[in-house]
């Protein structure tokens, strides 16, 4: 199916990737990198409301944009990272049941040791990034996340 240009691609190209993008010339910047959560997350609302009802496979068939940030949340872990980040940065403290992390304490600048995150979603060589710690202790580097996000949402904007 051909779609044309939604609202939701105005939302990317305006807010969503020079957001992220001025956030990667700087990565060690919490202020750009909560930026970024940010706008990465309220994609989400965006995207529901431009395909709801001309494409809903797109959306999951949701009926509300929070049904489909729960649904994100469960298929994707790595948009339950980026939402969770952005909603603790608002709120400070999460306590919906379905969070991975619960406050906004747990997104910091910081480094991780060998072996305390993923290989090859950091800094090469170690070094100074935006680190979240999960409610379950893994160590994330947020980069990496964000990173599969805007892909996920370049994939369903196509």
């Not at 529901?48 to 469960?74: I, Q």
């Amino acid at each position: 199916m051909n779609i044309s240009r939604t609202e939701a691609h105005e939302f990317f190209d305006t807010h969503v990737a020079p957001t992220y993008e001025e956030w990667i010339k700087d990565p060690t910047s919490i202020r750009l990198a909560m930026s970024a959560a940010i706008a990465l997350n309220q994609m989400a609302d965006h995207l529901w409301h431009a395909y709801t009802n001309v494409d809903p496979s797109r959306v999951f068939n949701t009926v509300s944009p929070s049904a489909f940030r729960a649904e994100l949340g469960r298929r994707h872990a790595h948009f339950a990272i980026v939402r969770d980040v952005a909603e603790a940065h608002k709120h400070v403290k999460l306590d919906r049941s379905s969070r991975v992390l619960t406050g906004v304490e747990q997104t910091v600048v910081g480094a991780t040791g060998w072996g305390e995150a993923d290989f090859g979603t950091g800094p090469y060589g170690g070094g100074p990034s935006i680190v979240v710690e999960l409610d379950d202790g893994t160590k994330h580097h947020f980069s990496h996340p964000a990173k599969e996000i805007l892909q996920l949402w370049l994939s369903i904007l196509v």
